[in-house]
Nanobody, 124 residues
Framework: QVQLVESGGGSVQAGESLRLSCVASGRNISGIAMAWFRQAPGKEREFVSGIGWSQGYTYYSDSVKGRFTISRDTAKNTVYLQMNNLKSEDTAVYYC?????????????????WGQGTRVTVSS
């Protein structure tokens, strides 16, 4: 089991930036892949970005590519999501997720550990 705690959400204006953090704890977290998902009001949860904990490979949804950057600090057991040039459509609750596999994944069903979520509101 991997425990995840997100932070860094808030309210910003369109065009501004935010950085989300997700601290992971548990056994053998070196063999996991982590990801950020988001859920906007009235919509289904969707994949945003993922990263391999050990290998550091990254991947993004088309809607955030070029604006968001995922990274990790293995010494701090923390994954970050740097969100630049935020748009009103980025408004959502953002969730950190982890899976015990090094294979990249983008589907909710592939992740079995979730954080409690952090809210991001972008005003235009």
């Amino acid at each position: 089991q991997v425990q995840l705690v997100e932070s860094g959400g808030g309210s910003v204006q369109a065009g501004e930036s935010l950085r989300l953090s997700c601290v992971a704890s548990g056994r053998n977290i070196s063999g996991i892949a982590m990801a950020w998902f988001r859920q906007a009001p009235g919509k289904e949860r969707e994949f945003v970005s993922g990263i391999g904990w050990s290998q550091g490979y990254t991947y993004y949804s088309d809607s955030v590519k070029g604006r968001f950057t995922i990274s990790r600090d293995t010494a701090k057991n923390t994954v970050y999501l740097q969100m630049n040039n935020l748009k009103s459509e980025d408004t959502a609750v953002y969730y950190c997720a982890a899976r015990r596999s090094v294979v990249p994944a983008t589907q909710i069903k592939d992740f079995d550990n979730w954080g409690q979520g952090t809210r991001v509101t972008v005003s235009s």
